[in-house]
């Protein structure tokens, strides 16, 4: 059996890291680095949307854990600003949302200033020891995934 005493230590790295992350100057920085003014977590919807192609409103809101009507304001901006274009579905009831050139560049700018940020933090750290954090982040980032779609939902059900 696996011994837990590690696990509270990275509880706490991990808390500490997610707060830091989300700081507003930290935030403020990666918008201004990026040259935009848009809200991270509009990235957050457009790196959905360059990842996994068109998704209609309630898949979107889903993804971000967030209510449909939150998402729907969300995307509104988007779509006025540019970023993304509604789409009509499969269905032709439905509607999908599309990112844009203009949504992919800003993207592809943000996620930029993201990668020099973590290449100054981890800048006195070995190649080896960069490719093992990569590694095992990945790893527990798809661990993280498989348990938040399989977690044991409330009244016992899964």
């Keep these: 059996m696996q011994s837990t005493a590690p696990i509270p230590t990275l509880q706490r790295a991990f808390s500490e890291l997610t707060r830091r992350a989300h700081l507003p100057s930290i935030e403020e920085r990666l918008r201004r680095d990026a040259g935009t003014d848009l809200a991270l977590p509009s990235f957050a919807v457009l790196a959905r949307l360059d990842d996994q192609g068109p998704l209609q409103i309630s898949e979107l809101a889903a993804l971000g854990g967030v209510d449909i009507s939150t998402m729907s304001r969300t995307l509104r901006h988007l779509c006025n600003d540019g970023y993304v274009r509604r789409e009509r579905g499969e269905d032709l009831r439905c509607v999908v949302m ?3 050139d203009k949504g992919r560049e800003t993207l592809g700018r943000l996620q930029t200033a993201s990668q020099r940020m973590f290449a100054h933090i981890l800048a006195a750290w070995t ?7 990569a590694r095992l982040l990945t790893r527990l980032a798809d661990d993280f995934a498989h348990y938040t779609e399989h977690a044991e939902q409330p009244g016992g059900q899964r």
């Design 127 to 133: 190649d080896t020891d960069t490719a093992e954090l």
């Design 98 to 100: 599309e990112i844009t």
